[in-house]
């Protein structure tokens, strides 16, 4: 199922995204329900390896600064869109001094998207340009078909792209500077299929 917009006649609301079917994840941008398969097992592991990366350094402060919140799949609410996921985000702490015991109500400082076939035009397409609106400082993209990083900072209200990374590149990037990031930990070993 690759992602596609939902009609709800009007402005899309929780009770949208509550009435889908079981293995269906919708997300409600700027009034409008899109909705797309759940992420597949190498889509969760490489999530997964890029959360232990970055969560002891950057939101607990082990061989890193601290400063962070770093959180998986969190559900995050803003005027005109009640409910947006990104696959990983993070606040600055000096933002959002605590976790919500709810949804995240504050848009993230940085947030990271892992393309698949189902959700590639969706991100680039739908969420890319969104993420800019809402002001968003750090948007990464994990491809990992080509097993590429793309990192862009937002300037001016306008993506700039920093680089692109791939296979097993060892890179510092924005916001996380401070830590030698391996890219060859982040692509999972999938099992191969045959043609038969």
């Excluded at 947006?84 to 400082?109: E, M, Q, T, Y």
């Excluded at 400082?137 to 791939?166: M, N």
Aim: proline share 7%; glycine share 12%.
């Amino acid at each position: 199922m690759a992602y596609g917009k939902r009609e709800t006649g009007g402005v899309a609301t929780l009770a949208d995204i509550e009435a889908l079917p079981e293995g269906v994840v919708g997300e409600i941008i700027e009034g409008t329900l899109y909705v797309h398969a759940q992420p597949r097992a190498g889509h969760m592991d490489t999530l997964g390896g890029l959360f232990a990366a970055l969560r002891g350094p950057f939101q607990q402060g082990r061989g890193g600064p601290g400063g962070w919140w770093i959180q998986v799949e969190p559900g995050i609410r803003l005027d005109g869109s009640p409910e947006f996921i990104p696959d990983v985000a993070g606040w600055r702490k000096d933002r959002v001094a605590r976790i919500p015991a709810g949804s995240w109500l504050v848009a993230p400082d940085w947030a990271c998207e892992v393309l698949s076939p189902s959700t590639r035009a969706y991100d680039l397409r739908i969420k890319r340009p969104f993420y800019a609106r809402i002001g968003i400082k750090h948007l990464w993209f994990i491809d990992l078909d080509a097993r590429t990083l793309l990192v862009s900072e937002l300037r001016d209200g306008q993506w700039v792209e920093v680089g692109t990374y791939c296979d097993d590149d060892i890179v510092r990037v924005p916001p996380f500077e401070d830590l030698e990031l391996r890219l060859d930990e982040l692509w999972p070993l999938l099992e191969t299929t045959s043609g038969t």
